[in-house]
Structures are given as C-alpha cells and as structure tokens.
C-alpha cells in the first residue's frame, strides 16, 4: 500500500514522547490553534518517571503516560476533550460522520489487527487510534502511521473501520472542539503553570546515573536493556523538544531555549548510540556512560536557568 505523508511538523509531533492519540490529536489541533506549544509546559518529565514507567514496568514508549492532554492546559487555548464510548460502531455511526464533518477529524480507538497498512495486519491484537477526516460513498479517508511512525494518509470501506472498531478492546470516539481564547491571557496563564511544575519538580538522574550498571546487569538480556534504554531515551528527546517549542514562545524563559536545544542533541546521542546497540548487539558503556554525565550536567543546568529566568 503506497504511502500518502500528512503535512505536519514531523519532528515536533513526533512519536518520541507522544503516543499515537496523544500525537493525533496535536496534529489536528495545531491546524486550528495557533498557540497550541503552549500546552507543553506538561513535557518537563523527569529521568525518575522514565525509568519507573519503560524499565521497570516494561511500558511500551508509544503507551508513556504524561499531563500533555491536562484539561486546565487545554482550556487556556480554548481547547475541551470530548471522549464518548460505544459499544459499536453502528451506535457511534451518525456521530462519527456528523462530528468529522463538522470539526474536520474524529479519533476512534481500533484494534489494528484489521488495517492492512499497519505491521499487525493479520498476526497482532494491539490497542491503536486513527483519525477519520472524512465519509464519502461509503469510504473513510483517515491518517495513521506507517511502518516508519510518520502520519499518512489512506482510505478504506466503512465496513474496515467498523471493523477495527468493534473488535478493539478500548472503543472511544474522541475529537476536541476548540474555541475562542484570550491569547495573552494563554500565554501568562501557561507560564504561571510552567513556574510552578518548575518548583515541584525533582529528579533523582538514577536513570543518567546508572546507565552502566544496567547495561552490565546479568538478570536482563543485553538486547532487551539495550531496547528499554533506547526507549527511555526516545521519550526523553522528544518531551525536551516538546518543552523547547514551549520556552521558546514564552519571553520568560525564551533564553533558555539554546539550552533546551542542546539537551536534545544530547539525548539524541545517547539515543543515537543505542539504536546503534540495538542493531549490532551491543554498546560502549563506558561511552554511553559518559555522553549522560554529560547529558546530567547540562540538564541540572538547564533547570537552574529556566528557574532563574521564571522566577520558581
């Protein structure tokens, strides 16, 4: 099946730090909110979550929870989340096609095992969203991923969808309606909220730290800890990109954007280094050690600027 890619900011809404509803809806969202970044001052996750959420329980990174879609976050750019359950697709039919109509998307939650474009067609039973844009004679056009996790665009008969509908094991209709907003407003009121995630937050960087030490463990497989760091360090790089985007349209903390900028080239290194790992078998830990001290040292930095420059 050929390929259509969607026009959007591929690395911005990347799948890194973003799962796949998560990303769906930004995408929609920044096609009709113009000050949508300004909901990433959520993406300042901590080492301590990372490691407790894909190394120790094992989370897929496409499944990493976060705030990005907290409701107070959303409304301060006149955003609100509709999320509605069906048992059917029959029974969400006509709100489906009335809703993609009038807002131009809706996403449903879908098993993949039914969409011949996705990897599981046919061999795997996995929890997925796609966005429907729009219903004509008896076909969806809707936008997914591909192998490579960039947006596209395909088009199917309604009995697919329904389908995949129907057979997944979370059945949700979603779409966000967003309205008029007080730009300046959004833009203090965020910064306000930035200052204080800014105060609370605390990380311990034993997940920086004791990168050897997990790389040298004899109770996990080399290839399986070279995979949950490269996992780790995926939705590490994307939260700073998310967070960069965010600072650098907020005059008080534009001036740490620079930094921001160089902790997600640092984490692109680390990251870098183990899909490297993950295809040949194996890493230097001692490298890969010393590229998160340094990675450490600029972070704890960044953090001193950024409060500094807010104020927390």
């Known amino acids: 099946m050929k390929d259509d890619v969607y026009?959007?900011?591929?690395?911005?809404?990347?799948?890194?730090?973003?799962?796949?509803?998560?990303?769906?809806?930004?995408?929609?969202?920044?096609?009709?909110?113009?000050?949508?970044?300004?909901?990433?001052?959520?993406?300042?996750?901590?080492?301590?979550?990372?490691?407790?959420?894909?190394?120790?329980?094992?989370?897929?990174?496409?499944?990493?929870?976060?705030?990005?879609?907290?409701?107070?976050?959303?409304?301060?750019?006149?955003?609100?989340?509709?999320?509605?359950?069906?048992?059917?697709?029959?029974?969400?039919?006509?709100?489906?096609?009335?809703?993609?109509?009038?807002?131009?998307?809706?996403?449903?939650?879908?098993?993949?095992?039914?969409?011949?474009?996705?990897?599981?067609?046919?061999?795997?039973?996995?929890?997925?969203?796609?966005?429907?844009?729009?219903?004509?004679?008896?076909?969806?056009?809707?936008?997914?991923?591909?192998?490579?996790?960039?947006?596209?665009?395909?088009?199917?008969?309604?009995?697919?969808?329904?389908?995949?509908?129907?057979?997944?094991?979370?059945?949700?209709?979603?779409?966000f309606p967003a309205g008029p907003y007080d730009a300046a407003a959004a833009v203090t009121g965020s910064s306000a909220a930035f200052s204080e995630v800014l105060r609370t937050h605390d990380d311990t960087y034993a997940l920086l730290e004791g990168v050897a030490d997990l790389l040298g463990t004899r109770w996990i497989t080399p290839a399986r800890t070279i995979a949950l760091l490269y996992d780790a360090f995926s939705v590490y790089e994307g939260s700073r990109v998310c967070l960069r985007e965010f600072a650098a349209r907020q005059a008080a903390y534009a001036d740490a954007e620079p930094a921001l900028a160089d902790l997600v080239g640092r984490c692109r290194d680390v990251r870098n280094q183990l899909m490297i790992g993950k295809a040949i078998g194996q890493v230097d830990a001692f490298r890969v050690a010393a590229a998160c001290a340094e990675l450490r040292a600029a972070e704890e930095d960044t953090l001193k600027r950024l409060r500094g420059q807010g104020g927390a």
């Open 7 to 175: 026009d959007y900011d591929q690395q911005l809404y990347d799948r890194s730090f973003l799962n796949c509803y998560q990303r769906q809806a930004m995408v929609m969202l920044a096609e009709r909110v113009p000050d949508l970044p300004l909901v990433f001052y959520n993406c300042l996750v901590g080492g301590d979550d990372i490691a407790d959420q894909v190394i120790r329980l094992g989370r897929p990174k496409y499944d990493f929870q976060s705030k990005l879609l907290d409701p107070a976050a959303l409304a301060r750019v006149g955003v609100a989340r509709e999320y509605v359950p069906f048992d059917t697709y029959a029974q969400a039919r006509d709100l489906v096609i009335d809703t993609a109509r009038r807002a131009g998307y809706v996403i449903l939650f879908v098993d993949v095992y039914y969409l011949p474009h996705t990897p599981e067609y046919r061999t795997d039973h996995v929890v997925h969203t796609i966005t429907l844009t729009s219903y004509a004679d008896g076909h969806w056009s809707i936008l997914d991923d591909n192998r490579a996790s960039v947006l596209c665009r395909y088009a199917y008969p309604e009995d697919v969808i329904a389908a995949a509908y129907d057979n997944g094991k979370l059945r949700h209709v979603s779409w």
